[in-house]
């Protein structure tokens, strides 16, 4: 009788844990993705800083903030900043076309860049492509099943050979910053991308996977989102084709 009671117990801790994982998470498709390349160095930056916390609000659009480490010479190192995020800008000015980068700039979807501070232009772009049927068009599914997160996409010819990825942010970082541009100001910085993650890639069968919940929360992060992106022929970021966020680690 002791050991029944004790599976019992057991049993019914396991369903209320899963419950209550399944209630910490908030899931939810964006419609849009725009990564904004940003420096604590940059005395224009803030604008656009403050456009990714008005998106990162509501969630419907998936906005990321990705620090750059180019104006540390300024007088300034970026705290957020890292060398694979400037790659990743140098990689999409070359998907894009352009010989150069710069601050603040936004990436929307992928496909084009413009001014990060320039809000009507990224709202147009994001309305654009969502009724020219160039926005998130490929599902991606996220569901808690027990101790993990279950990730299926759909096979599809746009799809094809895709990359998903796994990208860990923090919600919100408030710093000091002591010198350069932005001297004597404290900043605020929202979705602040820490870690990007390949999974997989999408083939004829598709894509299914379940992510451990505690290898997730062992990050350390309080944010997340699954980007499904296209690349270029020498591999750098291109068309992205869907995006989840995925909140309340």
């Not at 844990?17 to 399944?22: K, L, S």
């Not at 419609?31 to 940059?42: D, I, L, R, Y």
């Not at 400037?86 to 000015?93: G, M, N």
């Amino acid at each position: 009788m002791r050991k029944l009671l004790i599976s019992i117990f057991l049993a019914s801790s396991a369903v209320s844990f899963a419950g209550t994982i399944a209630n910490a998470f908030e899931i939810k498709k964006a419609s849009g993705v725009v990564e904004v390349f940003t420096s604590q160095g940059c005395y224009s930056c803030p604008p656009a800083d403050k456009i990714v916390g008005d998106f990162a609000k509501t969630n419907n659009v998936l906005a990321l903030s990705w620090h750059v480490d180019y104006w540390d010479y300024l007088g300034w190192k970026d705290s957020l900043a890292s060398k694979d995020n400037t790659k990743r800008q140098y990689h999409y000015a070359q998907t894009l076309g352009e010989r150069q980068v710069y601050t603040p700039q936004a990436i929307i979807n992928g496909r084009m860049h413009t001014v990060g501070s320039n809000l009507k232009k990224i709202n147009t772009a994001l309305s654009r492509f969502e009724s020219s049927n160039q926005g998130m068009t490929v599902p991606i599914e996220a569901n808690v099943n027990n101790a993990s997160l279950k990730i299926e996409v759909e096979y599809s010819k746009e799809a094809d050979n895709a990359t998903l990825y796994m990208v860990f942010f923090n919600k919100r970082h408030d710093v000091k910053i002591k010198r350069g541009e932005n001297g004597g100001k404290t900043l605020s910085y929202h979705n602040v991308v820490h870690k990007s993650q390949a999974l997989g890639m999408v083939k004829e069968d598709g894509f299914s996977m379940e992510y451990p919940i505690a290898e997730m929360k062992n990050q350390g992060y309080d944010g997340s989102a699954l980007i499904l992106q296209q690349s270029d022929p020498a591999g750098g970021p291109s068309t992205i084709l869907g995006a989840t966020v995925i909140t309340g680690l």
